[in-house]
């Protein structure tokens, strides 16, 4: 399996199933390209990879999949024993729709907070619509952490921490805290795990070594 990514320190799309394969445990190479290049460089270099211009692709068994959500969703298919979904349907169908709401949404949040993993953290002043994405985000995390338990969002690690690690490093880089959006003390703890994973730390060095 070829998985390409795009820069680590600012690729969220990429971070997300690179840390659903690392789980698989299969062994995967990566090919990296550079983001934000000057003059569509960028594009031309992704599109011999991925016919959408865009990160993440992976490549297995003649398939050339591309979208961060529908290469997770194979490879929970394709290996079942990392149960990167979990068995039960409940458990399963809200993880499944905590996950959609980031892959479609806060989008005030994203353009406002860009994953940026080779600066310091600083203060940000939001907007109120990157305010309500937090206050979403604060009220998925607390209710889906006290009705699973946590340490994760459904128990186990699963594909939708996955989709908020990246979310978990903006609120870090911008030093937004989630208790002043209503989250509750679990929330803030489950920010942090998803930043001390093994997975996530690899990725992390990696990203800073980029730079
Ligand atoms: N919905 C897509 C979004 C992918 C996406 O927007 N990727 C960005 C990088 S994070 C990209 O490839 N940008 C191309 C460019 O910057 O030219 C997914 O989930 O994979």
Do not use: K, M, V
């Given at each position: 399996m070829e998985l390409v990514i795009g820069t680590k320190a600012w690729s969220t799309w990429s971070l997300r199933p690179w840390l659903a394969l690392k789980k698989t445990g299969a062994p995967f190479t990566e090919t990296l390209i550079s983001l934000r290049q000057e003059n569509d460089m960028t594009r031309e270099a992704i599109l011999p990879h991925?016919?959408?211009g865009l990160v993440p692709c992976l490549k297995t068994d003649g398939l050339v999949l591309v979208d961060s959500l529908a290469i997770c969703?194979?490879?929970n298919e394709a290996y079942p024993d990392a149960r990167l979904w979990p068995t039960d349907p409940?458990?399963?169908a809200l993880g499944r729709a905590a996950a959609a709401e980031m892959h479609s949404g806060f989008v005030a949040l994203r353009s406002e907070c860009p994953m940026a993993l080779?600066?310091?953290p600083r203060p940000l002043d939001l907007s109120a619509a990157a305010g309500r994405n937090v206050a979403r985000i604060a009220q998925i995390w607390s209710e889906l952490l006290a009705r699973f338990g946590g340490p994760f969002l459904l128990g186990e690690w699963s594909i939708a921490d996955?989709?908020?690690t990246p979310v978990a490093t903006r609120l870090r880089t911008y030093q937004i805290?989630?208790?002043a959006y209503g989250g509750s003390a679990a929330a803030t703890a489950y920010c942090g795990a998803l930043l001390e994973t093994p997975e996530f730390l690899a990725w992390e060095a990696a990203a800073r070594a980029e730079a």
């Open positions: 991925s016919p959408s969703e194979f490879l409940a458990a399963r080779e600066i310091a996955a989709f908020y805290d989630l208790a």
